[in-house]
């Protein structure tokens, strides 16, 4: 009996004395890690010296890395048998974790737009969003976009409730249509980039604005990927009424990136797009007196001295 035949059976009698799935040695955990080392590095050397030899080793890595993970994972479930009752509960765990680590990420983006948002400082005009800069339009490509993404969550469901019901064929039109949409949406972000009349060092509403939507677009790419394998198993009869959680992680995954995108269409385009500074007054936040903005004369208004007093005396939350 040869090495890997002894160490097959080995695991195989492991395996028949308890429900948990005791992973086999890999590499990939840590090719991917250097290759995310060569990507963050190659993002700042094409910065700084527009270079993208490292970039683009960098993200090879990690491409090829994740495919042979993500082959090895489904060969687990789907030939070997190895995602039994208890593994797919521990699994579904780790996903449930792993989107509210998330949640948390992108928390940091909303608190750092919202602190500037609700005090815009002096560097920035005492206005928002700050001096010269002109926000998008949130009727426009925005809206369509949230149309396309709440679109790709019904089908989505669709597709997995086809699933249930075993009917195959309208379980990959429906996925097929969701990673249509979402390709889409990527497409329209992307245009919107390259339309845009600020930039990303456009003071703190570019920075704040580029961050929190670029990383809901590679989200949305990395979702899309996802949902790309999850229709190739579709194909190949991977996935079962009962044992499906590649799938069902992927339609939880999507699903997070919608909750983000309407929170970012409803902050960041809609809300905070709204000019506020101490001459747009008629723009002021609901107040706690029932003192009106239409007492006060222009005259009144343009003192600089007594709109603080009044401001902090009568308003909410706004802080000038």
């Known amino acids: 009996?040869?090495?890997?035949?002894?160490?097959?059976?080995?695991?195989?009698?492991?395996?028949?004395?308890?429900?948990?799935?005791?992973?086999?040695?890999?590499?990939?955990?840590?090719?991917?890690?250097?290759?995310?080392?060569?990507?963050?590095?190659?993002?700042?050397?094409?910065?700084?010296?527009?270079?993208?030899?490292?970039?683009?080793?960098?993200?090879?890595?990690?491409?090829?890395?994740?495919?042979?993970?993500?082959?090895?994972?489904?060969?687990?479930?789907?030939?070997?048998?190895?995602?039994?009752?208890?593994?797919?509960?521990?699994?579904?765990?780790?996903?449930?974790?792993?989107?509210?680590?998330?949640?948390?990420?992108?928390?940091?983006?909303?608190?750092?737009?919202?602190?500037?948002?609700?005090?815009?400082?002096?560097?920035?005009?005492?206005?928002?969003?700050?001096?010269?800069?002109?926000?998008?339009?949130?009727?426009?490509?925005?809206?369509?976009?949230?149309?396309?993404?709440?679109?790709?969550?019904?089908?989505?469901?669709?597709?997995?409730?086809?699933?249930?019901n075993r009917n195959h064929s309208q379980s990959m039109q429906a996925l097929l249509i969701t990673i249509i949409l979402g390709v889409y949406f990527t497409a329209l972000q992307a245009y919107e980039y390259i339309e845009a009349s600020f930039s990303i060092s456009e003071a703190v509403y570019g920075s704040t604005f580029f961050v929190a939507t670029g990383f809901h677009g590679l989200h949305v790419i990395i979702g899309s990927t996802f949902l790309i394998i999850c229709f190739y198993r579709i194909i190949n009869f991977h996935f079962s009424a009962n044992h499906h959680f590649g799938f069902e992680a992927a339609a939880w995954y999507w699903h997070f990136v919608d909750v983000v995108w309407l929170f970012l269409y409803v902050s960041i385009y809609w809300w905070g797009g709204c000019l506020i500074s101490i001459k747009k007054y008629k723009r002021l936040p609901i107040f706690k007196s029932s003192v009106k903005i239409k007492q006060f004369n222009d005259n009144s208004m343009n003192n600089f001295y007594f709109l603080p007093n009044y401001f902090n005396q009568n308003c909410r939350w706004f802080n000038l």
């Open 1 to 164: 009996m040869t090495k890997p035949q002894k160490k097959s059976l080995q695991n195989e009698v492991l395996h028949s004395f308890h429900p948990y799935h005791l992973v086999d040695m890999s590499p990939w955990p840590l090719t991917a890690s250097i290759g995310a080392l060569c990507l963050t590095t190659g993002l700042s050397f094409w910065f700084h010296y527009h270079s993208l030899i490292i970039l683009l080793l960098g993200l090879a890595i990690v491409i090829i890395s994740a495919y042979q993970w993500w082959r090895d994972i489904s060969r687990e479930g789907t030939f070997q048998g190895l995602h039994v009752a208890k593994v797919i509960v521990n699994l579904r765990w780790g996903i449930i974790l792993f989107i509210v680590s998330e949640v948390f990420f992108f928390l940091s983006f909303f608190w750092a737009f919202f602190h500037a948002r609700l005090a815009p400082s002096v560097e920035i005009g005492t206005q928002w969003p700050p001096t010269g800069v002109e926000p998008f339009n949130p009727f426009q490509i925005p809206l369509l976009n949230t149309a396309i993404l709440l679109s790709s969550g019904v089908s989505i469901t669709w597709s997995h409730h086809a699933l249930i």
